[in-house]
Structure formats: structure tokens, C-alpha cells
Antibody
């Protein structure tokens, strides 16, 4: 069974750093792209970026370029999303999702989401 | 960037109704259009990919159509469990997959 299990909820202060994780199982992790999606409170889904876990080739939405870093460690089937200096506006649920590829690409399996709260 | 615009933003319908949600792309995306369903407190789940292909396990009352810039998600006979927010997503631009703003569907 394909599963993506994300790390737990985090409460941080502005200016702090953070790295959240997404561990895949039940499939060949290093053969798929993992995408990250932000959902701010009461808002819609926003595409942040994506990484090929086989070689850590990462691509970013212009809105998130320079704001976050996406990485992966294929030896432990885990992708990461990290911030070096959090802002209150980073408060959101962050989802990782596997990119199904074929003729059409779409996000076929999703993690449960990780709530990040940034507050002084 | 390709912008995705959904309409309506919200709607209310009765059990058994036929419901249609539309999604418009700012430029042609061929049939590279996906639909997702999100229930409160849950992760989104895929419904339709490639404009009209039904994801495995999704009830057949869901269908998608369209190409170019205009797309529709149709629920043929609305069920209580279909109360959710629905998002379209374009997958035309390689690895830069933008979402629509969402349509909240409520059951009367």
C-alpha cells in the first residue's frame, strides 16, 4: 500500500528555522517526484514546488523560490521542506504528494498534512 | 504562469441534483487538467486526471470534460458524501502545476 506519512504539527516563533518531512512507503520512492502544496487557514491549495527523489532535482514555484528549500534523502525514502527564517505568514498546512506520471501527471497519493503555526 | 479560475466559488444543491463546476485556464492547456476533492480536515484526493479519466475507486457519478481553456466537473446525482471543496489543477506546464481557487459544494 502506497503511503506518505508526514511529520507532526509544529509551533515556532518568527525567525526560527524548521524542516518538515514526508516519508514514503509501499512503492519505489526514488522513481517518483514528490510535490509540496500549501494551504493557508481557510484558503485554497497553492503549488510550492517539486523534487525528483532519485537525484534531488528540485523545481520551485516563483512565489516560493528563495523562501523554502525542498530536499530529499532517497536512502531513507524521505522528502523535506525547510525554512531558514519563519514568518507569521508561513502559518499553514503543508501537504506532500506523489506525482503520478504517464501521459498525464497528477498527484495520486497525499500525506496527511503538517500544520505549521508561527506565532510570537 | 497559467492562471486557473473556477466558478462558482460556492454552490448549494440537493441530493440527486446534477451539479456542474467549471474551470477556465488563462491559455490553452490541451487536456492537462486534473480535479481533486477535499473534505474538511482531510488531504485532497484525486478524482479526474487528463480532463476526463476517472481515478481508480472514484464513483462513476463523477465525470470530467473539456479541452483547451474550458473544463467541467459534473456530478450526475449528488450524494450527501459529496459535500466538499473541489479544485482543478493544470499539469500542462512541466512541474509547475497551478490550482484553481476552489469551489465549495454544500448539500441543501
Amino acid at each position: 500500500e502506497v503511503q506518505l506519512v508526514q511529520s507532526g504539527a509544529e509551533v515556532k516563533k518568527p525567525g526560527e528555522s524548521l524542516k518538515i518531512s514526508c516519508k514514503g512507503s509501499g512503492y519505489s520512492f526514488n522513481l517518483y517526484w514528490i510535490g509540496w502544496v500549501r494551504q493557508m487557514p481557510g484558503r485554497g491549495l497553492e503549488w510550492m514546488g517539486i523534487i525528483y527523489t532519485g537525484d534531488s532535482d528540485a523545481r520551485y514555484s516563483p512565489s516560493f523560490q528563495g523562501q523554502v528549500t525542498i530536499s530529499a534523502d532517497k536512502s531513507i525514502n524521505t522528502a523535506y521542506l525547510q525554512w531558514s527564517s519563519l514568518k507569521a505568514s508561513d502559518t499553514a498546512i503543508y501537504y506532500c504528494a506523489r506525482l503520478a506520471t504517464g501521459t498525464f501527471s497528477y498527484l495520486d497519493y497525499w500525506g496527511q498534512g503538517a500544520l505549521v503555526t508561527v506565532s510570537s | 504562469d497559467i492562471q486557473m479560475t473556477q466558478s462558482p466559488s460556492s454552490l448549494s444543491a440537493s441530493v440527486g441534483d446534477k451539479v456542474t463546476i467549471t474551470c477556465r485556464a488563462s491559455r490553452s492547456i490541451d487536456t492537462y487538467l486534473n480535479w481533486y476533492q477535499q473534505k474538511p480536515g482531510k488531504a485532497p484526493k484525486p478524482l479526474i486526471y487528463g480532463s476526463s479519466s476517472l481515478q481508480s475507486g472514484v464513483p462513476s457519478r463523477f465525470s470530467g470534460s473539456g479541452s483547451g481553456t474550458d473544463f467541467t466537473l459534473t456530478i450526475s446525482s449528488l450524494q450527501p458524501e459529496d459535500s466538499a471543496t473541489y479544485y482543478c489543477q493544470q499539469s500542462y506546464t512541466t512541474l509547475m502545476y497551478t490550482f484553481g481557487q476552489g469551489t465549495k459544494l454544500e448539500i441543501k
